[in-house]
Structures are given as structure tokens and as C-alpha cells.
């Protein structure tokens, strides 16, 4: 077997799993992680949204892109850790990648462009078709 993927729905899926892990070789990686992955639909809406932000909002004299507004999001909902850099004056970033979101955290990140959005007058896509219908 080189890779399994299990939802445990049941003690019985509890088991399944204690019988693989008894079973597999030494060495083996394990990964349990909490609920399914984000939908192609959050992944679609969430680009859509920064977009929107991007275009509507300015930051501190300038407009950023849908990407950097992808990382502040992403950074306040993480409460991010940021390092110096190698160079004077620069600071990196830490764990902003977003394609490893699962659902849940994903809905959380989608709620904060909203809120954010609502505080900034940004009138979203979806709010548009909304008011043309």
C-alpha cells in the first residue's frame, strides 16, 4: 500500500486504521489531519475576493495585488510570526500558504475579506450580480 486515505466516521474506521498501522513497514509517515480540504469553489471565491479588495482598496498610500492581500489576509488569520530577513530592513513572513487550508479555516479566511471588505466600502462580485438582479 503506498498511500490510504481514511475519514473516521465510525469506531469501526478506528479499527481499520489500528490494523494498518500495526501492519506497515517501519519508517512509514502518518498524517492525520482535521476535516476535508478546502473546495475548488472557497479556492475560486477567494481569488474572486481579493481581486475585488485589490482593485477597491488602497493600503498605506499604495494598491497592493490580489496575491499580497492574499498574504496579509493570511497572516492575520494565522497571527503570523515574522523574522528579520538577510538584508537590512526586510522581514519575512512565516506559513502563508493558503493551499493547505482545510474548510473550515477557509470559511474563516473568506468571513475576514468580508468583514475587512465592509469596513472598507469594497462591493464584492457576487454582491454586484446581487444588485443587478
Known amino acids: ?3 490510504a486515505t481514511v475519514t473516521i466516521r465510525t469506531d469501526a474506521d478506528r479499527k481499520l486504521i489500528q490494523r494498518w498501522a500495526a501492519n ?3 519508517g512509514t509517515i502518518v498524517e492525520f489531519a482535521e476535516g476535508p480540504k478546502r473546495t475548488s469553489e472557497q479556492n475560486d471565491r477567494l481569488w474572486a ?3 475585488d479588495v485589490s482593485r477597491q482598496v488602497e493600503w498605506y498610500g ?3 495585488s490580489d496575491a499580497d492581500w492574499k498574504d496579509v489576509f493570511t497572516a492575520s488569520i494565522r497571527k503570523l510570526r515574522v523574522v528579520p530577513g538577510i538584508d537590512a ?3 519575512i513572513p512565516l506559513g502563508l500558504r493558503t ?3 482545510r474548510k473550515a ?18 462591493v464584492f462580485g457576487d454582491q454586484q450580480e446581487e444588485r443587478a438582479a
Open 105 to 122: 479555516e477557509m470559511s474563516d479566511l473568506l468571513m475576514l475579506i468580508e468583514s475587512f471588505g465592509a469596513e472598507h466600502g469594497v
Open 62 to 64: 499604495q494598491h497592493l
Open 1 to 3: 500500500m503506498t498511500t
Open 24 to 26: 506497515v513497514k517501519l
Open 99 to 101: 493551499s493547505k487550508m
Open 89 to 91: 530592513g526586510t522581514f
Open 49 to 51: 475576493m481579493l481581486g
